[in-house]
């Protein structure tokens, strides 16, 4: 047996360089004559693991001073309930943009909470492009506006920030952060779940602008509220280690391959070559996304029918190229390359593709 | 190097047999040529390993089918939060019983969503006992009452399950979960983190009488509606996949072992000895908890002096027993011996304390 090219959307695929560190250290973490999962949080040893992971994060990002760095229990979903419960009161208005599925599941937890309005939405077209900034129908004075950079299942990613002037822009980078470099100071808040680009489940990373806390007025359970979070390290209550461990060996492995910079270059051909492929397929494969959204990180694609898309399937498993089934929302394929994908693992793809395009053409 | 015996609190101490299976899978799981922390929580490996886990819990615990099983993301702290959203109105009063810091933090986050009353407390007596549950003063029609079974720091545990008549009882079982029998059938949910007895940090439980959900009649955001995750399997979002198989797998151990009765008669002999070598010291170690109320999984306890404490947790630690210094909130010394820690462990630390009173004494 030997390890598969893993296209899965997420939970997904990490540097096999860090999962051969995770297992040679899983019974005895640094000295610790224990397990990583076995100390504690407020110990030396992992005090030191976990303020590493934070300085090492500040430091692909450039994140500016004036910024907090969390690291939090849950997923995406779950912190944009926070956020809107932490950012606006009751009352205040909160604008989404909708270019995918994503986003309209943060707008289900964020309308709970304040009042939600749709700026401007995607999903008459289907998801498959980017609605004109120009038409956006902002409220002056909202909260914040949110968006999702890259959306998981339709494949539409925003390839610049949109500027939304003085209103707090919030953004889910759950499948994008750390694929190119992005410029944090134009946002608000920047937050995700870390099992697309970064780690394992179960944890979630939160940027936050610092003058943007405690201002709700709200009366939060004390674990709600991001402000006790922000004081304590991210220690307020005990967090997800061994995640915050793995996501700290995977920023280590991301600088010693150039940082954000450099991802950045390696993602762009990892898509141009998929894409290509697809284009070039004679329309066997079809990607729906208009080109300027298409996502450097999530590729959906199509087969002509159903027969071949479980031919496609089983024939890429037995090909050693898994986790390429589309999400249930959209169906047909979809392979996501995040950065823990080598180019290697593409040009395998694209070869595959190849082939079973000629053998069912 | 070798492991120590590590007494830490939580995160704390896992079975050798399950972190030796971790490292073993880490790079391929199952067949999946894929970690488990790589693999879509859809896919079938891992929804097979999930309901397998459940399953198991169900087995040990001896839960009824009119319970929900959720594994959900973050911790205890978290669940009491949303279990005061999920199981009352604003107006509903919810009743705690306070027997150290643990059922304080809960009330803290139970407060801001119901009208919390503090029904008895021990903290006048510094949380070294029961308060007599003669004196409660319960309300009369709470939505329920929230009682912590096993205070970890103060090393406080009720031997019984309280009687509060018809009012749903809500337990904080992190600590003592599966330590020994426990009648499901007499509460209204039991909910933990996992990193005490039953895995690693950011994955917590609750089992939950079915008919208690979907009464509060609030609007929640819907990752915040725990009927959410009950419909869903636990996987209305994404879970946190490792933590849930590395419980899975503490289950199977638990199982060899003989399950919660073995662990209970295990548990009680190792309390007794340590408690027996606390109080045969002439007064060198001193545990102030009154005797019925004495945790089996947490013994705190004090030296003559801050020079001596120290002192221990050197030797100690040289001696391959680590995780002994108590909480910042109590000080003194702290020996955490759950499940995972063996017989041999808690001889080996009462032998070291035996010997370290004849050298410093």
């Not at 005090?47 to 907090?68: F, G, K």
């Not at 898994?322 to 994908?341: E, P, Q, T, W």
């Amino acid at each position: 047996m030997t390890r598969a090219y893993n296209f899965s959307a997420g939970p997904a695929a990490l540097p096999e360089p860090v999962l051969r560190q995770v297992r040679d250290e899983m019974l005895e973490w640094q000295g610790e004559r224990a397990s990583v999962m076995e100390v504690s949080h407020r110990g030396k040893a992992f005090v030191e693991c976990a303020a590493r992971a934070e300085s090492d994060l500040r430091e692909l990002m450039a994140i500016p001073d004036d910024y907090h760095v969390l690291f939090l229990q849950g997923g995406a979903t779950t912190l944009s309930a926070l956020l809107a419960l932490n950012l606006a009161g009751p009352d205040q208005a909160v604008d989404v943009v909708l270019t995918g599925h994503w986003g309209e599941k943060a707008l289900d937890n964020i309308a709970a909470s304040v009042k939600a309005n749709v700026a401007a939405s995607g999903k008459g077209d289907g998801y498959t492009g980017i609605p004109d900034p120009s038409g956006w129908q902002l409220t002056p004075g909202a909260a914040f506006v949110h968006y999702t950079p890259n959306e998981t299942i339709h494949g539409v990613e925003f390839h610049d920030i949109p500027d939304v002037g003085d209103v707090p822009l919030v953004a889910d980078i759950s499948s994008n952060v750390l694929s190119r470099p992005m410029d944090v100071s134009r946002f608000g808040v920047l937050y995700g779940g870390a099992q697309k680009n970064l780690g394992p489940s179960g944890l979630a990373i939160a940027i936050i602008r610092k003058d943007l806390l405690g201002r709700h007025g709200r009366a939060l359970p004390p674990i709600f509220e991001l402000q006790n979070q922000a004081r304590n390290d991210s220690m307020f209550n005990t967090p997800p280690t061994f995640g915050w461990y793995v996501l700290g060996l995977v920023l280590q492995w991301l600088k010693a391959q150039g940082g954000a910079a450099a991802m950045g270059e390696v993602n762009r051909r990892k898509a141009e070559n998929l894409y290509a492929a697809i284009d070039g397929s004679g329309g066997f494969y079809r990607n729906n996304v208009q080109a300027p959204a298409r996502s450097w990180m999530n590729v959906p694609f199509f087969l002509p029918d159903e027969t071949r898309e479980q031919a496609f399937l089983a024939e890429a498993k037995a090909a050693g190229l898994v986790g390429l089934k589309g999400h249930r929302a959209l169906g047909g394929m979809r392979a996501s390359i995040y950065n823990a994908m080598p180019e290697a693992g593409v040009q395998a793809l694209v070869d595959f593709m190849g082939d079973f395009a000629r053998r069912h053409g």
